[in-house]
């Protein structure tokens, strides 16, 4: 992308079980090739960013289950241009979700 800027990117992980981010790193060597196209600023699996910087693309995996998951949430929706659900349990739940159905 020879005389553009990366795309930069946040991710986000709530109560997961943790697939979305295995996949990340199962990339493998692969993961060059992306990084030439984008910057990977947050990401809890690959890097050690404790704030959320400003980002065009905002990847977030897990079901919103906590305080800490809606605080997550509302930093990455407050930080990132583009908001994408990322897996089965951002978005439909999945199985953390699965913690929701009942009460005690």
């Known amino acids: 992308m020879a005389g553009h800027s990366k795309v930069k990117i946040n991710s986000e992980w709530l109560s997961v079980c943790g ?3 295995v996949a990340i790193i199962d990339l493998h060597e692969k ?6 196209s984008v910057e990977i600023q947050r990401c809890p699996v690959l890097t050690d960013v404790k704030g959320y910087p400003p980002a065009r693309i905002g990847l977030v995996s897990g079901a919103i289950r906590t305080a800490h998951d809606r605080h997550a949430a509302e930093q ?3 930080s990132c241009e583009i908001i994408v659900a990322y897996g089965t349990c951002a978005a439909y739940g999945g199985i953390s979700g699965a913690g929701m159905v009942h009460s005690r």
């Open 19 to 21: 697939g979305c981010e």
């Open 31 to 36: 993961i060059l090739d992306i990084l030439a």
């Open 76 to 78: 990455m929706r407050n």
